[in-house]
């Protein structure tokens, strides 16, 4: 069964970092574009940053532009996502997917993580 399992979140002040990570189970996922999205409660699921599968392509949610950085590791099987100079808006379940395409929608990827959470104190 292909899995995206995601750690690194907790609780940090605002300023702080943290660094998200999310391992896929399968190999073929190394040929995959991987995508992170969070939910804040009461809102919906939005874009945060996406990357091909070989790395040479990213893109940003305005709102993380500059702050926030996706990388991968396809040895690994790994993705992550470096949170700088975090705010309480980041507060959030962060989830990692993957799919055949680099989109900024939900719909664009089929596999999903369980999510992990990210808050930000003030």
């Known amino acids: 069964q292909v899995q995206l399992v995601e750690s690194g979140g907790g609780l940090v002040q605002a300023g702080g970092s943290l660094r998200l990570s999310c391992a896929a189970s399968?190999?073929?996922?190394?040929?995959?574009?991987r995508g992170w999205f969070r939910q804040a409660p009461g809102k919906e699921r939005e874009f945060v940053a996406a990357i091909n599968w070989s790395g040479g392509s990213t893109y940003y949610a305005d709102s993380v532009k500059g702050r926030f950085t996706i990388s991968r590791d396809n040895a690994k099987n790994t993705v992550y996502l470096q949170m700088n100079s975090l705010k309480p808006e980041d507060t959030a379940v962060y989830y990692c997917a993957a799919g055949a395409v680099t989109e900024t929608t939900i719909e664009a990827y089929p596999y999903w993580g369980q999510g992990t959470q990210v808050t930000v104190s003030s």
């Open positions: 399968a190999r073929t996922f190394a040929r995959y574009a």
